[in-house]
Structure formats: structure tokens, C-alpha cells
């Protein structure tokens, strides 16, 4: 963990009620499935995100507004700094990828994915991504993965985009293994896909960095932190 | 040079800055941070007799300036605390350790106090009477003056080290407690634990805590902490351990010219993962622009 000064370069919306921070400066080492705490102003908790990209020092995180932190975050000009604690949580394990990784993105689960996918591709896996939304004008990042080289699929609740229905109506067939980030739902439908993998979670934080137990979640091997030992868990650990 | 050296229960600290108990774990997530040997000392997360998981989540909420917690005491255990995470600390952190310990029955709080009163590291056992008496009908111990009264003789007939007993604002007279503590032997009163505290999701109508409520604290409950020490150490000849909401060296000052011997910093932690370490950086400056020599001369001075 590190904790920044990072300066807002970009901040501009994406899709309906979601936009794309660009940070910059001394943010130390962020793997793919790691988060970021940003401390905002008149705010007592930080919020966690998690890092969409990280190259030549930008950290780029895509965010939905959904209350007073997101949506505090949505009206900061560019030039504002930030408090940042970055390079939090355990981030995917790449190794276990096998050679064709299908990667399962849901709403605000898909910007994790971006990077990850990016450094699988950098190590030569064929990836696909199956990217869920609840309608066409929510969608985002759908081309940006393509321009990476990954096979993508998108679905929409409403059938406005893409495949009508969820994630689970297009999972690729012969995936070696997959990485899924997203609400509950989308999670517990894919405990039942009989492929090895591993899922990121959610949890309300105090903390963010493994001090104030606020975070946990029982496992099969027994209590961890979202934030510490997770936020990724591997398929095999969950309990339902 | 100004002198930030305070006594506690016989132990010099270096200076009075301790993080509470539940906000700094076992200690090693800090040192990973900074050289957590600039601390006064530090409470470690509430241990009990058994492993505890704790509350289903949330068990967090936001508030103005603060914050909800209703972790429920997880933790693994005072066997595993001695096993583990102790010979861990001792590591990372080379001065005495302030124990925290909670119970679910006297005897739960004797049998703990009595393993860590073997421990070396330990230089204080800080006995949190906050939590519901399983025996006693489910109220806190710490909400009657009688059971808080035996919760003490109980633990202090199985430990020579100093016995801190740690209150909860959540009654109608904290000073008729801190006196039952001290009558029943009590070395020394810690306070204030959380105050119960709760939000509302308003997207759903319900409680955003999974257990309805929990306990607030951070900067909000500040004047509210400052009182009951201002009040409990009036009435008390015992040392007297404030917190509450402190997140700067000033904090600090005020509350011990309240009549705390030495200060607790609990959720600014959380927020601030180097918050102990700056207000201890921050103290000689904060002194000096008050005109204070040396800190042990300030406590109680609001008298
Ligand atoms: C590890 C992790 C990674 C995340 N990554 C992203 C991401 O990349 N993009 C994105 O849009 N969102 C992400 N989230 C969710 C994001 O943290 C919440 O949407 C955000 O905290 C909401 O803050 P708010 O003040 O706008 O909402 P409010 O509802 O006003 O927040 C109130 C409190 O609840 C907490 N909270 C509310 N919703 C959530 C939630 N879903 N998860 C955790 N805490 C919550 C807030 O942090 C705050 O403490 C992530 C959450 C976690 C735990
Ligand atoms: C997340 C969290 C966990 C806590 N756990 C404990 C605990 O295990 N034992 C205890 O005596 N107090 C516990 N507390 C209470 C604090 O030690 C302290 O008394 C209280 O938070 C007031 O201080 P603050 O306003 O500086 O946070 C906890 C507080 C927080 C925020
Ligand atoms: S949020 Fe504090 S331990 Fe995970």
C-alpha cells in the first residue's frame, strides 16, 4: 500500500451515470484486481475503486455515481489532487489464466477486467470477455477491449445491445479458466459454471487495508477481508 | 525541548499517543507502514475466550464525520492471540502492549485476563465492558454498576498487571460506574467505547448496518468523549485513558486537560492509515504554541 497525492487529469462521462478518472503522479505498484481508497472532501470514509488501467504512471478508474462520494467524484475538475491509498487488495492470479481465459464483467465489474485482460494479452493468452449491462445506453468499454484483441461479447438485460439477457447467455465455450467481477447476482449464477476460476467481490470498508475487520467474509478457509485477502477469491473458497 | 513522557500505571510512555483497541488489529498492518515503535503503545483488537467471526455485513455505515462500526468482535481467539499473533508483534514492536479483552460472562473475562497476564508483552490488560452479559439477561456489562464492579474483581484476582477498565457512554451515569470499577480495585478507566449509533439506506428503507445498529465514533463524538473523561476523572483517583473522536495533537492536549493521563486514537486510523504516527509528530510543535513543557503537567488541568 501507498499512500498518494494524485492529480486529476481527466474526468469525463462514459455511459449513463458512469465516468472515467485519469490520475497522476507517484502511485506506487497496482496489479490487476487491486483497488484504490480515495479520500474525499467533507467525507469521512474513503471509497474504494478499482484500478482500470495503470500505465506510464496514469492510473485511469471508471466509476458509476450511485451517492454522495461518486457523486462528489463526478464534479471534480481536472487539476484537483487526491488523497489516495493505492495498490490495495490481493489482485487476480494470472498464472492461473490457462491458455484461453474468459474474463465475465457486470455493470461497474467490467473496469478491473481492462487491465487484466490487457496484461494477459501482453503474456500471449486468447482472451474473451463477455461484458453484462442492463441496456444500450449503459454500455461501455465494449471497443476498447476489442482494440486490446479480445473476442467480446455484451449482453443487455433489456435486449437494447448485444444479447439480450445476462452474461451467463454467452459464456464462451472451451474457456481454460475464468475471472468475474460483478453484483451478487451475476456472481452466484456463475457458481455454477463448471470451469475453475476466480470471482472479485464487494464489501462496505472502514478501512480498506486489513485494520478494522469491517470487511469480512467467511470462506471455506475460514474469515478474510475483502481488502485484504480479497477482493478476489478463488471459485473454490466461496461459500453460497 | 518539550517533554511529551507520560506515566501510565507505572509505565513511562514516550509519549501519550495510543491507538484504541479494534482500530489498529494486532499491530503488524501499521508496521508494514511505519515503525510503529513511536507509539506511546497500542490497544489490540478486543480478544476473547473463544475464535469469534463476528456480525453478518455491513458492518459499516457512514455518518457526518464518522463513522458506524458493528464489527461484533472478531477475532481469533486468546489462545491463537498467544500463539500467533503476539510472538508476531513482538517482531515488529519492542514496547508493552495494551491487552484488550472482552467477555460474554465473568468468567469468560477471568479466563482470558489469566492467560495474558503470563504474557510478557503485555503491559496493561484493558477490559472492555461493553458487551451484552449473556448471564445477565443480555444487557452490557458495562451498563450496570454492580456488574461492572465484579467483571473487575473478577479479572483483577487472576492479573498483577494494571487493570484498565474500559467504559461505555451508552448509560445514564458513567461516573457511578467508573466509581463501582475503581471501588472494586480497578487501576485505572479507559473511556469512551463507541456510543450506539445507526442509517437508514434510504433506497431501500432499511438499516444500512446488518445488525440495525452499531457503534459510532470519529471526530463527531468528540465533545461527547471529552465530558465523560472531564467527569469520570474528576470523580475518580484512578488514572484515567481518554478517547473519542481525537485526530489531532491538539485533541490530544484538550483531552488531557480534561484529565486524561494518556490519549486513544480509534477511527483515525481507518481514514488515515498514519494518523497515530502524525499526531505523535505533530505534539512537541502543538506544545510549544501552548506553552506546555512537559504534558504530564496538563492532565486534569480544566479541573
Ligand atoms: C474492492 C471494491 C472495488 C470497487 N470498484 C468499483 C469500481 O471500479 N467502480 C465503481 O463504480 N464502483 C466500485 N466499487 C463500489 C464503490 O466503492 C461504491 O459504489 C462507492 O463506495 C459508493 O460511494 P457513494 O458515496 O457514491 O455511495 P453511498 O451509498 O452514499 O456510500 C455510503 C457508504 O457506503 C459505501 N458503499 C456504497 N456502495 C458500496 C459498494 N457497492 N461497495 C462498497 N462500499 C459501498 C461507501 O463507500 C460509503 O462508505 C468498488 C467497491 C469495492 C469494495
Ligand atoms: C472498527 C472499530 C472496531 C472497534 N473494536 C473495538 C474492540 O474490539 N474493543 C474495544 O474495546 N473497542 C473497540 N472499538 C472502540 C474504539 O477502541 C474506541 O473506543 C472508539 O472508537 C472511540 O474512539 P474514536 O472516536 O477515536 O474511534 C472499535 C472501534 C472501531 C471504529
Ligand atoms: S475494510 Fe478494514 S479490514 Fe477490510
Known sequence: MKQSTLTIIENAPLAKNVFRMRLAGEAGENRPGQFVNIA?????????????????????????????????????????????LCGLGNGYDLGAAGQSPALIGGGVGVPPLYYLAKELIKKGKDVSVVLGFNS????????????????????????????????????????????????????????????????????????????CMGCSMMTKNGAKRVCREGPVFKREELLW | MVNTKVDLLGITLDNPVIPASGTFGYGYEFAELYDINCLGTFSFKGTTRTARFGNPTPRIAECTSGMINAVGLQNPGVETVIKEELPKLKKVFHKPVMANVSGFSVEDYAYTCELLDKEEQVGWLEVNVSCPNVHGGGMSFGTDPKAAAEVTSAVKSVTKKPVIMKLSPNVTDIVAIARACEEAGADGISLINTLLGM?????????????????????????????????????????????????SAEDVIEMMMAGASAVEVGAANLTDPFASKRIVEALPAAMEKYGIASLAEIVGRAH
Open chain 1, 136 to 211: 444500450a445506453e449503459e454500455v461501455f468499454y465494449e471497443e476498447e477491449f476489442r482494440a486490446l484483441g479480445c473476442g467480446v461479447a455484451v449482453t443487455t438485460a433489456d435486449g437494447s445491445h448485444g444479447v439480450r439477457g445476462f452474461v451467463t447467455n454467452a459464456l464462451p465455450k472451451n474457456a481454460s479458466y475464468y475471472y468475474a467481477c460483478g453484483p451478487m447476482p451475476m456472481l452466484k449464477a456463475l457458481a455454477s459454471w463448471e470451469l475453475p476460476g476466480e470471482m472479485s467481490f464487494e464489501e462496505r470498508m472502514g478501512c480498506g487495508f486489513g485494520a
Open chain 2, 199 to 247: 442509517r437508514i439506506d434510504l433506497r431501500t428503507g432499511r438499516p444500512v448496518i446488518a445488525n440495525t445498529v452499531g457503534g459510532f465514533s470519529g471526530p463527531a463524538i468528540f465533545p461527547v468523549a471529552l465530558q465523560m473523561v472531564y467527569r469520570v476523572s474528576k470523580a475518580v483517583s484512578v488514572p484515567v485513558v481518554g478517547m473519542g473522536g481525537v485526530s
Open chain 1, 40 to 84: 474525499l472532501p467533507r467525507l469521512f470514509l474513503r471509497r474504494p475503486i478499482s484500478v482500470c488501467d495503470y500505465e506510464n504512471g496514469v492510473l485511469t478508474l471508471i466509476y458509476k455515481t450511485v451517492g454522495r462520494g461518486t457523486g462528489a467524484m463526478s464534479l471534480m475538475p481536472a487539476g484537483e489532487k487526491l488523497d489516495v
